[in-house]
């Protein structure tokens, strides 16, 4: 078991984690980055990323990721593959010990743990991941151009998800398990007012089938009633818009969160509910979860830990 101590403690990588990494090791910091058990978060799961400004032809998630570990690192991040298992943020300087059980003293600590998309917990997503299943219609949403793809969920993700895609796709269901959709009056709206979107209430999917990549979905209608029946629903993609999970269990009861498990922070700064510890990206950002609000949120953070250490005498 050992013990080291840091100015700033980062927690967990992702394009947020990264870039507040890169902005406190230039300010010769010496953060140190544990980047969890998936170094470069959820990028890594996408294939292509269009939308990050500067990569004119596009760049792979993974590659994207590796660039931005190693442009912390060539300014003395020092990044560690492992994951922190407990924090104690009662007192200053904070005690996080990692999943191997050495500890980190740290003065500042930023969270960008992220968040994960919720899955139906259906076989064929594995299968099919990468293979027309996608958790993010702003990621993969130009690969079904001319095509058919379904939603899943009837909050205002899925209602936003289906508008986006029927501007790039011929045809989008949605899959809404309720006789309802859950969304905002104004969503509904804009949702039934766009043609080439089609909601299919009292709806559950129960598969995908498709020989190497999705060619439909498996749909049951009035699950458990006397009206149930079961179709098949050809389309050539199928998104997840059903919520998603901040990584933030570790900090519960530690950190003011709202009733998801986000956590709260004082925008447009990253303070949390303790001085001394910000939180930048996903697990702080139920609305926009982009790469680039991320990496914007991450320079933030990196900026007040920063001037924090300064008032302190510490950096
Ligand atoms: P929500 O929790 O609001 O909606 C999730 C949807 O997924 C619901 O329709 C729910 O169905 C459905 N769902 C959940 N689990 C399953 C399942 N196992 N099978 C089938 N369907 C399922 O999540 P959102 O991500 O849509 O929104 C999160 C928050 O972010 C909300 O407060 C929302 O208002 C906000 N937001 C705002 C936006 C905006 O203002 N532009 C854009 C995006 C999000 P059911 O209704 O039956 O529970």
């Not at 912390?72 to 104690?88: C, K, L, Q």
């Not at 793809?149 to 011929?170: I, K, Q, R």
């Not at 209608?221 to 990584?247: K, M, S, V, W, Y």
């Amino acid at each position: 078991m050992e013990e080291q101590r840091t100015k700033v403690l980062i927690i967990g990588s992702g394009p947020a984690g990264y870039t507040a990494g890169i902005y406190t090791s230039r300010a010769n910091l010496h953060p140190l980055i544990y980047e969890g058990h998936q170094p470069g978060g959820q990028l890594t799961q996408t294939t292509e990323i269009e939308n990050f400004p500067g990569y004119v032809d596009g760049v792979q998630g993974m590659e994207m990721m590796d660039q931005l570990r190693n442009q912390a690192e060539r300014f003395g991040a020092h990044v560690v593959s492992r994951s922190i298992a407990s924090v104690d943020f009662s007192k200053r300087p904070f005690r996080c010990v990692d999943e191997r059980g050495d500890i980190i003293i740290a003065e500042t600590v930023i969270i960008s743990t992220g968040a994960t998309a919720k899955y139906l917990g259906l076989p064929d997503e594995d299968k099919y991941n990468g293979l027309g299943v996608s958790a993010c219609a702003t990621c993969d949403g130009f690969f079904y151009r001319k095509k058919k793809v379904a939603v899943v969920g009837g909050g205002d993700t899925a209602c936003e998800e289906a508008l986006y895609l029927s501007t790039l796709a011929e045809k989008v269901y949605m899959i809404v398990r309720k006789d309802h959709l859950r969304a905002s009056d104004i969503m509904k709206k804009r949702v039934d007012e766009r043609e080439n979107i089609e909601i299919l209430f009292n709806c559950n999917t129960v598969g995908l089938y498709g020989e190497g990549g999705v060619e439909g979905a498996r749909i049951v209608r009035n699950l458990a009633t006397p009206e149930q029946e079961e179709f098949d629903l050809p389309i050539d993609g199928f998104f997840l818009a059903i919520g998603h999970t901040p990584n933030t269990s570790i900090f519960k009861g530690q950190l003011e969160m709202d009733d998801e498990g986000y956590i709260k922070v004082e925008a447009p700064h990253t303070y949390t509910s303790v001085e001394g510890v910000y939180a930048a990206g996903d697990c702080a950002d139920p609305i926009y979860r982009q790469a680039v609000s991320a990496a914007g949120t991450g320079c933030r953070a990196a900026i007040d830990a920063e001037r924090f250490l300064l008032e302190k005498g510490l950096e």
